[in-house]
């Protein structure tokens, strides 16, 4: 069974970077693209972006210039980085496996992390 | 960006009843090439992650029950819950994934009566 496992950082403060590693364990991690989506309370889920398992990677362009997603294939890991945060950043971020053949939903979700920007 | 707008926002309904929401999206999300509905419907509880109940509009995800289901093309769609049973209460979401950046709706809330 797949299980994304994350974690990282839930309160920072203005300007810094918001950094989550996301760890998959069951299954097969090549083939598919991973992705970063949150969740700001009562709005919109947005998605943040994603990356294949060969290292190519698309951002939503509503934040390109801040993002970064990375993989280490060989751990099973990927992570997010988003730099300059505020308080629009706030929300719960979600990791997630694109289905089998790549497209745009998800079947297999991490447990979700809460960030906080405050100062 | 597609904008995809539910209603309602929220419903209540009775166990064993029928519970409809509806979604609609800002363009068409049907790829003609194909025939299919690029659309996807999430349940999610409380503290849960969202959870993929429905995509290509229809097509129930394995081990759905068969109580869901899913309708709708072009620009409008349908997520029926057939006979609510009390472990439906949650939130449900529309997404589509016709084109880039894939969007999601505010989802509805979906309690008891």
């Known amino acids: 069974q797949v299980q994304l496992q994350q974690w990282g950082a839930g309160l920072l403060k203005p300007s810094e970077t918001l950094s989550l590693t996301c760890a998959v364990y069951g299954g097969s991690f090549s083939g598919f693209s991973w992705t970063w989506i949150r969740q700001p309370p009562g709005k919109e889920m947005e998605w943040i972006g994603e990356i294949s398992d060969s290292g190519s990677a698309n951002y939503n362009p509503s934040l390109k210039g801040r993002v970064t997603i990375s993989i280490d294939t060989a751990k099973n890991q990927f992570s997010l980085n988003l730099n300059s945060v505020t308080a629009a950043d706030m929300a719960v971020y979600y990791c997630a496996r694109k289905v089998y053949g790549g497209m745009f939903y998800w079947n297999y979700w991490g447990q979700g992390t809460l960030v906080t920007v405050s100062s | 960006d597609i904008v995809m707008t539910q209603s309602p926002d929220s419903l209540a309904v009775s166990l064993g009843e029928r519970a409809t929401i509806n979604c609609r999206s800002s363009?068409?999300?049907?790829?003609?090439?194909?025939?299919?509905?690029?659309l996807a419907w999430y349940q999610q509880k409380p503290g849960q992650p969202p959870k993929l109940l429905i995509y290509?509009?229809?097509t129930r995800e394995s081990g759905v029950p068969d109580r869901f289901s899913g309708s709708g093309s072009g620009t409008n769609f349908t997520l029926t819950i057939s006979s609510l049973q009390a472990e439906d209460v949650a939130v449900y979401y529309c997404?589509?994934?016709?084109?880039?950046?894939?969007?999601f709706g505010r989802g509805t809330k979906l309690q008891i009566k």
């Open positions: 997404q589509q994934y016709y084109d880039t950046p894939p969007t």
């Open positions: 290509w509009a229809s």
């Open positions: 363009q068409s999300v049907l790829y003609s090439f194909n025939n299919k509905n690029y």
